[in-house]
């Protein structure tokens, strides 16, 4: 069925970042992680904050083990990944894309596989002084 163009919503149709965030609190409304809207069902976490307040406390994607920033950096949900970064065992986790649709947002309440980061044993960030890690030829 077409909507009359005299009941369509003027203006310009959003563009896809739009349409992807309408997407992704809609999710998080019916209780699922934005992230399930690529992948098989991924749930809240039970004890994440409400989805329409960001300053709650609890759960939080900014604050799991599997949040990691990637080479351009985007924080994407590393869970699922395997092997060693820059070996041929390497692999991708699921929720890893080169798109914008799995970016994570810090303020997400946290899914049920979240892990909270220990301050004491997380390491400290790289300088920017700190060599690459790769391989010496």
């Not at 809609?26 to 039970?46: F, K, N, T, V």
């Not at 692999?91 to 004491?120: K, M, Q």
Request: hydrophobic fraction near 30%; charged fraction near 25%; aromatic fraction near 6%.
């Amino acid at each position: 069925m077409t909507i009359p163009e005299s009941q369509a919503a003027p203006g310009p149709k959003p563009g896809d970042d739009a349409r992807r965030t309408l997407r992704q609190a809609q999710a998080m409304a019916y209780g699922s992680h934005p992230l399930a809207l690529l992948r098989s069902p991924l749930r809240l976490h039970p004890d994440a904050p409400p989805v329409d307040d960001r300053e709650a406390p609890g759960p939080r994607c900014g604050g799991c083990v599997f949040a990691e920033r990637n080479g351009p950096g985007f924080l994407k949900c590393t869970r699922g990944r395997s092997g060693e970064i820059c070996t041929p065992s390497f692999r991708s986790g699921p929720y890893e894309t080169h798109g914008a649709a799995t970016d994570l947002r810090r303020w997400w309440p946290a899914c049920a596989f979240f892990t909270a980061i220990n301050v004491d044993e997380a390491p400290c960030p790289p300088c920017k002084d700190a060599p690459e890690k790769r391989g010496t030829a």
